[in-house]
């Protein structure tokens, strides 16, 4: 469950008096994810989300997501915007926290798309990027390439008490993306960065609710979808490939964008550095996650299975019984 930070019903009614929502009914930590404390709060007027922003967002960078959801949402996408209070402020302060009320939204977080459901998601990360056409704002991405080398010294020689020969192999695969990773040719926009199936609400194979932007950023557009792509076509534990999955992601996808020849070359490429992002993040929560926090941990190995099917050569010997 991620919960960092505890919220006191005190706290809570004080917070929402700011708002015109209604009194406090209820509410509750949600058990998914893992980046920042979630409840679902119901007060006499409806169904909320309270998210207190936690380690990897800055609020500084708050009125950049803000408008980003004002954005989409103006272009018609199902983005959840923050609700001002009654004076017109949508980011707060709550348990010395960032904080911000959001919309709920309808619909489940799947836990095994169907090839359908694939489709609408890569048709809603096309309509996303066209919407983003006239965004004008940026972000540096601060999970991206740049970063992945000094999170990895960070976590230094500790990588292998998670899996023996894990540092090694890291390092490894950071040369061989970073040598060969497409600087400054492909397009470029801004990005989700973290759309996993558990960030995009469904009714049935229709997409209600594209949640959780706190690492959107800009950045070359088709690494959107080898995000998308590796956090998709793979089971949780990352052994077995779905490519009936990945091909409807990439169909629904290319009703908006078709792959240029250059961005089709660096997809692996592009799909290997996902997934060293997302095994660098998890290894480095995997060994600092606070011991009191409500959270479970997502396996950093997931990740490194996952590099495997896009960098075959890349893992020794030694690794392969984790791949
Ligand atoms: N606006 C919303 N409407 C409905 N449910 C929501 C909304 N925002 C969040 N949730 C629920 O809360 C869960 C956790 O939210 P979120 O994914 O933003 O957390 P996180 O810690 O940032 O997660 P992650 O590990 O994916 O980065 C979601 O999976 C979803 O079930
Ligand atoms: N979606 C990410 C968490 C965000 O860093 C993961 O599953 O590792």
Redesign the pocket.
């Known amino acids: 469950m991620?919960v960092y930070t505890h919220v006191s019903a005190e706290a809570l009614s004080r917070f929402l008096s700011r708002y015109n929502v209604g009194d406090l009914v209820s509410a509750k930590g949600?058990a998914?994810?893992?980046?920042?404390s979630?409840y679902l709060v119901d007060t006499t007027r409806g169904r909320f989300?309270l998210?207190l922003y936690e380690k990897r967002v800055a609020a500084d960078d708050l009125p950049f997501f803000m408008a980003l959801l004002d954005h989409l949402a103006t272009k018609g996408l199902p983005v959840?915007p923050a609700i001002p209070d009654s004076e017109g402020q949508s980011i707060q302060q709550l348990e010395g926290r960032p904080a911000c009320l959001?919309?709920?939204?309808p619909?489940v977080?799947l836990s095994h798309p169907t090839p359908s459901q694939a489709l609408a998601a890569g048709d809603a990360l096309g309509q996303m990027h066209h919407a983003f056409a006239d965004f004008t704002l940026t972000r540096p991405n601060t999970m991206g390439i740049d970063t992945w080398r000094p999170l990895f010294d960070r976590c230094g020689r500790s990588l292998d008490q998670i899996a023996p020969g894990l540092h090694d192999t890291l390092d490894r695969a950071l040369d061989h993306v970073v040598e060969r990773w497409p600087y400054d040719t492909l397009d470029t926009c801004a990005i989700h960065a973290?759309l996993?199936p558990?960030?995009v609400?469904m009714r049935g194979d229709q997409v209600s609710?594209l949640?959780?932007f706190?690492f959107a950023c800009t950045d070359i557009r088709v690494l959107d979808l080898a995000v998308t792509h590796s956090a998709w076509s793979f089971d949780a534990t990352g052994t077995h490939h779905d490519a009936a999955i990945g091909h409807a992601l990439f169909a629904g996808y290319e009703r908006h964008f078709p792959l240029s020849t250059a961005e089709r070359d660096a997809f692996p490429t592009l799909a290997a550095g996902a997934c060293l992002r997302f095994a660098l993040s998890r290894a480095w929560d995997w060994l600092n996650t606070p011991a009191d926090a409500l959270v479970t941990r997502k396996d950093p190995l997931a990740y490194l299975r996952r590099l495997a099917h896009y960098a075959p050569d890349l893992l020794p010997d030694t690794m392969k019984h984790h791949a």
């Not at 998914?32 to 920042?36: A, Y």
């Not at 959001?102 to 939204?105: E, K, N, Q, T, V």
């Open positions: 991620a949600i998914e994810g893992v980046e920042n979630n989300i998210t959840p959001i919309r709920f939204l619909g977080s973290d996993f558990d960030n609400l609710g949640i959780d706190y």
